[in-house]
């Protein structure tokens, strides 16, 4: 039910990353649910996780070995999130990085672990630890697919990303893979995020880009409002492309490099929208003429998260009154409701706050008819604005949640 | 599809109200949808209405009117809303006073206007007016079913509730109707509700009480998160029970009354809960053990709001990691998850931020199983607690919202 969502890209070799992919047996018989990354020696790697308090206990770990020495390896299984797991959830984690440790011979804080999956049981730890040593031989620079495929849930299809660029005569590679498509509404990360660059680049500098840009993709897009407790996005920069090590966000290289790790971060976010649970539509949601830019996002948000709108939005039906209602509960200060104006896939709809003189019902139709809708709002109060992405609400949503566990 | 939703009670006229009902055919053919309230000369009327800065033309008007002078008249129609209609809604509110006035020989001032439906269409106003003698032709004091019956949109059933009390010899009658089943998460009123009571009362007395008991009630039920161009709550006191007039919070009427009041009031909004868009569910989400009552008051909210908390609902399915990942995030400061502790219709399922370790899968069902549901956080923080109401999220929801129009 994916909404133009692309094939798995082919994604070239990154020196300086492998990938074994395994069944460990926490998801389903016979599916793909346990995914190693091993990364080189001196690599960079920043994250950045989820802001709910229930963090799971993978994440836990995860922030304080990524704070205390190198990260080599990411360790990920789906099926079982880990989460609302408390002090058991915590040692589990650990006996996996533990475990893993010992076979590649590192240091146990290299280790970073990662789950995701249903939340509050507990984790099988033991069917994890007996994998670990297939996922090891599995190892190899072109499993980017089989990984695509090893973190999905309740993901229909895996979803990748790679742009090249060439400067000074050098080829560098950025590319990732994420996964998420219920539960969707990152705040500071996504679901799952993993992307990689074969640049050089200063840690902190590479964990000051990616923070910047989460919130220009994975923190700009809901599915149903719900922020995951296993939110992760990690970045890495394995250096071997050989360039001077990047330190300063002004230089030439590090701005060529934004600019491609932008379009995989949003590529990566948007395909989790796209194979939202039960998705039907693929929905941006614009708002601009803000006096400042969280009214904008704050607004486009609580359009993208209204029931009405997103049922609205399934049935292609031209129920704008209800768009307007939302801009109205929103909360923005001092919205003189007779200054906005509606546009949908370039109709427009409503102007001065009411139905646009033009109108036509037939404009309505054929604004919603296509898969992918584009909704605008300005305000008509400032110059700030914002962008959102986001799914319609359809009956297969409800089955799929409905049926989650069974 | 209702969820315990009582039959209309038989309510006993209360002097000083009569109510005429007829079919204007804003609605569909043969739908009572145009509902006239005549109030005695003298009768305090209070109200408070939608936060929504979309606010529709009625309840614009409905504002103005009521600051101006004494309400004599509430005119209700159904099948639309009159919002989003810039300056042409208003002239059409006001139209519709106009006609009224003329007729029964009042200031314009005296009729308070109403609408409730679509949003977005303009209102057919000849009809409203064509049809303003027919309902005057009907006022009658026992008119109180058609009434529940006239102001319904996607409700399924009318909602009415009535209590007497006896004080000093003399009895009371206090008596309302409401109506909504979507676009319900009301903020500082309902969609639409009216309650009468034969006690004398000061309007000021009658509005504060009407604004603090619509927070223990309409302010506290959400179906899907949506605020309402066109909610509004009168209270009304006629005054015809020859009391002395009330004036004081502190007089002992006045505390029997408002216990009265806030059972009535408390009993439409579970109405229109139980009446909610597809309900299978009648849930009651209560968080105790907050430090202020405001992150007791979000919590609730947020949990009512969730998807995958109602359609985990829906499904009658344990899935209780995802209440959990909704406290995380609803954003109250310094939460210790360790402490969080959670009841489903008694059963323990979460203790110590964990899954509690008696807890059986078994314990889950059943406490899932049943139509009315209570959930219990509790915080392990403070003293302070709220209780809201709310739907589960079921294909019956997406089906009536997808097909609203059609």
Request: include cysteine; hydrophobic fraction near 40%.
């Amino acid at each position: 039910m994916a909404v133009g969502l692309h094939d798995f890209p082919l994604i070239p070799e990154i020196k300086g990353v492998r990938i074994g992919v395994t069944e460990a047996g926490i998801k389903k018989a016979n599916k793909k649910d346990l995914v190693l990354f091993e990364l080189c020696e001196g690599a960079s790697v920043a994250g950045v996780f989820t802001q709910n308090a229930f963090c799971a206990a993978p994440v836990r770990i995860c922030q304080k070995h990524l704070s205390t020495t190198n990260s080599r390896y990411l360790l990920v299984n789906t099926g079982n999130a880990n989460a609302g797991t408390g002090k058991s959830g915590l040692e589990n984690a650990l006996k996996t990085c533990d475990a893993l440790a010992l076979q590649v011979g590192v240091d146990v804080d290299a280790v970073l672990p990662f789950s995701t999956g249903v939340i509050g049981e507990p984790l099988q730890v033991n069917k994890i630890i007996d994998a670990i040593p297939a996922a090891i031989a599995n190892l190899s620079a072109d499993n980017w697919n089989a990984a695509g495929v090893g973190i999905m849930t309740t993901d229909t299809l895996p979803k990748g990303s790679v742009r090249t660029f060439e400067f000074e005569g050098r080829t560098y590679t950025v590319a990732g893979i994420s996964k998420g498509a219920g539960m969707i509404r990152p705040n500071m990360a996504t679901m799952l995020g993993y992307v990689f660059s074969d640049i050089s680049m200063d840690e902190d500098l590479l964990h000051s880009i990616l923070k910047d840009v989460v919130n220009k993709s994975f923190n700009r897009i809901t599915v149903d409002s719900d922020t995951s407790t296993n939110d992760s996005c990690i970045a890495v920069a394995t250096g071997m492309a050989s360039n001077v090590k990047l330190t300063s966000i002004n230089e030439p290289l590090t701005q060529v490099f934004i600019s491609a790790f932008t379009e995989v971060m949003q590529e990566l976010a948007h395909a989790i929208v796209r194979d939202g649970e039960g998705a039907t539509k693929f929905v941006t949601v614009e708002v601009v003429g803000a006096v400042e830019q969280q009214d904008a996002t704050k607004t486009a948000f609580e359009i993208a998260h209204s029931p009405l709108v997103k049922t609205a939005l399934f049935a292609s039906d031209p129920n704008w009154g209800r768009i307007l209602a939302v801009v109205g509960r929103a909360g923005v200060e001092n919205l003189d409701v007779d200054k906005v104006q509606l546009h949908i896939n370039g109709f427009e709809i409503a102007r001065d706050g009411g139905r646009s003189p033009d109108y036509l019902e037939e404009h309505g139709q054929k604004a919603m008819a296509p898969d992918e809708i584009h909704i605008c709002i300005d305000l008509g109060m400032g110059k700030e604005s914002d962008m959102v992405w986001t799914t319609d609400f359809s009956h297969e949503y409800v089955t799929i949640n409905a049926e989650y566990r069974t």
